[in-house]
């Protein structure tokens, strides 16, 4: 049976390997860590729609109350943002989630977020890793409680209200907005459409039903699992004019415009970050996989960019002095200031549809393109065990060419695997993934024919080390 690690954003596994005494030893590991940090007090649990998640959940609550903590829990699945805007509002010792994010259904996982809310850096999830044990039993009459609470309500009040302060009104209503949302199945059903509702968005919801299968997929809002939702906004004139999409956790998002069908997820954090600093100011951080976009739309502003490797505690890591407006990752996971440092793809479709009713995001997207030039990226990914990545990337030191597809590489970057700028102003990325058995392979450049011959050229080198 595989170790329990904590990657990019957790751990998680199939169902074979993520199973009840597992899940038992993390809460153990976890309980453990806050009383060696002196810590006693609540614990928030969440969980996602999957089949096991509420059973995995109360089995770490009876964990953690053997342990002398209180529990709190939402009464059915919701998204992980609520959790640790929980852990932040009611000032809480720390919280889990109990999701495998974007997986398919045959996956679990398990997310430990510390008392501030924001992702569990390295020292924090080797602290609990180093603690994994069988559960520990105080005297029944030390025992902890647990409650059913309403993480929605909280959560919702504090996003409007934060989105009143930026656009200067949370109320979309005479906007006319139509907003298709889809839920995909998962947790953001019943709140990131409740929330637009309460903005006065005119709402239209598909695959807002519990499904755990997701359909028989997974929950993931990439382009191929949308296809409705794209069919839906680029239908006619009538059609709604602007579509939502959560992942199963609801943590990410995915926009899709009427002219350009699903929408790059860079172009819109750069449409964000430009919308943002219309009336406010303020640096931005993004991830090694990012859009070089951002970096122009700063550098006009007088701004600056925080590059950080991939994975959103990392981010979040770098939000934590105060002078960051904006900070996210070119998969969907997106914060701003004034809120949990920590991605909400609930809080982001209120803010992307403020956006939208100020200036159609098409319209601003392609005001940006014309300003500052522009830019496509894709991906795509080799297969490499997990035990075998770091050998990889090692070899991989040694092999890194003076040109690629032609030009000559300026300069490396290796905060996070290896980021070749070119002097063309493209580059290429590998790095290892946090939560799957690959190598990502990254490409930005100004157009889709030299993104394919990054690729191409980036395949190339990992072939003979993979």
Same mark, same amino acid.
């Given at each position: 049976?595989?170790t329990?690690?904590f990657?990019?954003?957790?751990?998680?596994?199939?169902?074979?390997?993520?199973?009840?005494?597992?899940?038992?030893?993390v809460g153990?590991?976890?309980?453990?860590?806050?009383?060696?940090?002196?810590?006693?007090?609540? *614990?928030?649990?969440?969980?996602d729609?999957?089949?096991?998640?509420?059973?995995?959940?109360?089995?770490?609550?009876?964990?953690?109350?053997a342990?002398?903590?209180?529990?709190?829990?939402?009464?059915? @699945?919701?998204?992980?943002?609520?959790?640790?805007?929980?852990?932040?509002?009611?000032?809480?010792?720390?919280?889990?989630?109990?999701?495998?994010s974007?997986?398919?259904?045959?996956?679990?996982?398990?997310?430990?977020?510390p008392?501030?809310?924001?992702? !569990?850096?390295?020292?924090?999830?080797?602290?609990? !890793? %180093?603690?994994?044990?069988?559960?520990?039993?105080?005297?029944?009459?030390?025992?902890?409680?647990?409650?059913?609470?309403?993480?929605?309500?909280?959560?919702?009040?504090?996003?409007?209200?934060?989105?009143?302060?930026?656009?200067? =009104?949370?109320?979309?209503?005479?906007?006319?907005?139509?907003?298709?949302?889809?839920?995909?199945?998962g947790?953001?059903?019943?709140?990131?459409?409740?929330?637009?509702?309460r903005?006065?968005?005119?709402?239209?919801c598909?695959?807002?039903?519990?499904?755990?299968?997701?359909?028989?997929?997974?929950?993931?809002?990439?382009?191929?699992?949308l296809?409705?939702?794209?069919?839906?906004i680029?239908?006619?004139?009538?059609?709604?004019?602007?579509?939502?999409?959560? @992942?199963?956790?609801?943590?990410?998002?995915?926009?899709?415009?009427?002219?350009?069908?699903?929408?790059?997820e860079?172009?819109?954090? !750069?449409?964000?970050?430009?919308? $943002?600093?219309?009336?406010?100011?303020?640096?931005?951080?993004?991830?090694v996989?990012?859009?070089?976009?951002?970096?122009?739309?700063?550098?006009?502003?007088?701004?600056?960019?925080?590059?950080?490797?991939?994975?959103?505690?990392?981010v979040?890591?770098?939000?934590?002095?105060?002078?960051?407006?904006?900070?996210?990752?070119?998969?969907?996971?997106?914060?701003?200031?004034?809120?949990?440092?920590?991605?909400?793809?609930?809080?982001?479709?209120?803010?992307a549809?403020?956006?939208?009713?100020?200036?159609?995001?098409?319209?601003? *997207?392609?005001?940006?393109?014309?300003?500052?030039?522009?830019?496509?990226?894709?991906?795509? =990914?080799?297969?490499?065990?997990?035990?075998?990545?770091?050998?990889? $990337? =090692?070899?991989?030191?040694?092999?890194?060419?003076?040109?690629?597809?032609?030009?000559?590489?300026?300069?490396?970057?290796?905060?996070d695997?290896?980021?070749?700028?070119?002097?063309?102003? =493209?580059?290429?990325?590998?790095?290892?993934?946090?939560?799957?058995?690959?190598?990502?392979?990254?490409?930005?450049?100004? %157009?889709?024919?030299?993104?394919?011959?990054?690729?191409?050229?980036?395949?190339?080198?990992?072939?003979?080390?993979?």
């Open positions: 049976m595989e329990i690690s990657g990019t954003d957790g751990w998680r596994a199939t169902l074979e390997e993520f199973t009840t005494p597992r899940v038992r030893m153990q590991a976890v309980a453990t860590y806050l009383q060696d940090e002196g810590l006693e007090g609540t *614990v928030v649990v969440g969980y729609a999957r089949e096991t998640s509420r059973g995995f959940a109360e089995e770490l609550a009876r964990t953690l109350c342990n002398g903590f209180d529990v709190i829990m939402p009464a059915r @699945d919701r998204p992980t943002p609520l959790v640790a805007h929980a852990i932040v509002e009611r000032e809480l010792v720390g919280g889990f989630a109990i999701t495998a974007h997986n398919p259904p045959e996956y679990n996982g398990v997310k430990f977020i008392a501030d809310g924001a992702p !569990a850096l390295p020292e924090v999830t080797d602290a609990i !890793a %180093d603690r994994l044990a069988e559960p520990e039993a105080l005297p029944e009459a030390q025992h902890g409680t647990v409650r059913e609470v309403d993480l929605t309500t909280p959560h919702a009040d504090a996003a409007l209200e934060l989105v009143e302060e930026i656009t200067g =009104s949370a109320n979309l209503s005479d906007a006319g907005l139509t907003v298709a949302y889809d839920a995909m199945h947790s953001g059903r019943g709140t990131t459409d409740a929330i637009l509702e903005a006065g968005v005119s709402l239209e598909l695959r807002c039903e519990r499904d755990p299968t997701f359909g028989g997929g997974a929950p993931e809002p990439a382009p191929e699992n296809e409705a939702l794209i069919d839906l680029t239908a006619d004139e009538t059609a709604p004019t602007l579509g939502i999409a959560n @992942d199963g956790d609801a943590d990410r998002l995915a926009i899709v415009t009427p002219e350009r069908g699903y929408l790059d860079n172009l819109f954090f !750069a449409a964000l970050y430009d919308y $943002l600093l219309e009336d406010d100011s303020g640096a931005v951080v993004r991830t996989s990012t859009t070089f976009l951002i970096d122009r739309i700063a550098d006009a502003h007088g701004e600056s960019v925080h590059e950080v490797p991939v994975g959103f505690k990392w979040a890591q770098a939000m934590a002095n105060g002078d960051v407006l904006v900070g996210g990752e070119e998969s969907g996971g997106f914060t701003v200031r004034g809120h949990v440092r920590e991605k909400d793809g609930v809080l982001m479709a209120v803010l549809a403020a956006m939208h009713a100020e200036e159609p995001i098409d319209e601003r *997207v392609d005001r940006l393109l014309d300003e500052y030039g522009t830019v496509v990226q894709d991906k795509i =990914s080799v297969a490499c065990p997990d035990h075998e990545k770091a050998r990889v $990337l =090692s070899d991989l030191e040694d092999e890194i060419p003076e040109t690629v597809a032609g030009t000559d590489v300026e300069g490396v970057n290796t905060a695997g290896f980021k070749l700028q070119l002097a063309d102003g =493209s580059w290429l990325l590998i790095r290892p993934s946090g939560t799957e058995p690959v190598l990502r392979v990254y490409a930005e450049a100004a %157009d889709e024919e030299r993104v394919g011959a990054l690729l191409e050229a980036g395949e190339a080198l990992l072939e003979p080390l993979v």
